[in-house]
Every structure is written in structure tokens, then in C-alpha cells.
Nanobody, 116 residues
Framework: QVQLVESGGGLVQAGGSLRLSCAAS????????MGWFRQAPGKEREFVAG????????HYADSVKGRFTISRDNAKNLVYLQMNSLKPEDTAVYYC?????????WGQGTQVTVSS
């Protein structure tokens, strides 16, 4: 069974940084484009960042462009999201999945809370 496990979230002050990790098991994801998504309270889940299967191509939501960096280590089946200059509006549960999302159910996500 395919599993996605996100980690690395926490409470941070505005302007701070966090690095999220996504561990995939049950399937080799090196041939899949991957993405990070987030869901804030009362809002729908939204796309944050995506990376091509080889890692050369990345793209970001306008709201995080220049602050977040997605990367991957295919040898370890890991995907990362480096988040810098965090803002209170980045507060959400963060999830990884293929991009576009194909894995169901989603992982449990990791909570990121940014205080002002």
C-alpha cells in the first residue's frame, strides 16, 4: 500500500524558517512529478509547489514564490519543502502527493503555524 508521511512542521514566528519532509513508501516515486499542497482552516486544499520527476523543473504558487523551495532525493524517496520568510497566512496543514494528486488517501499532513 502506498503511504505518504509528512513531517517537519511546527510553530514558528513570522520571518522564520521550516523544512518539511515527505517520505514515500510502497512505491518508487522517482518517475512521478511531486507536489506540496496546504489546507488552512475553513479553506480548500491548494497547490503550493511542484517538482518534475528528475528535479530539474519546479513551479510555485504566486503566494510562496521566492520564499519556498521544493526539492527531492529520488534515491531516498524523499521530497522536501524549504520555507523561508514565513508569514501568518502560511499557517496550514501541509501535504505532499504526486502532482497532480493521485494518491488516496492523503497522508496525515504536518501542521505549520506562523505567529505574528
Amino acid at each position: 500500500q502506498v503511504q505518504l508521511v509528512e513531517s517537519g512542521g511546527g510553530l514558528v514566528q513570522a520571518g522564520g524558517s521550516l523544512r518539511l519532509s515527505c517520505a514515500a513508501s510502497g512505491r518508487t516515486f522517482s518517475s512521478y512529478a511531486m507536489g506540496w499542497f496546504r489546507q488552512a482552516p475553513g479553506k480548500e486544499r491548494e497547490f503550493v509547489a511542484g517538482i518534475s520527476w528528475g528535479g530539474a523543473g519546479t513551479h510555485y504558487a504566486d503566494s510562496v514564490k521566492g520564499r519556498f523551495t521544493i526539492s527531492r532525493d529520488n534515491a531516498k524517496n524523499l521530497v522536501y519543502l524549504q520555507m523561508n520568510s514565513l508569514k501568518p497566512e502560511d499557517t496550514a496543514v501541509y501535504y505532499c502527493n504526486t502532482n497532480p494528486p493521485t494518491i488516496n488517501p492523503w497522508g496525515q499532513g504536518t501542521q505549520v503555524t506562523v505567529s505574528s
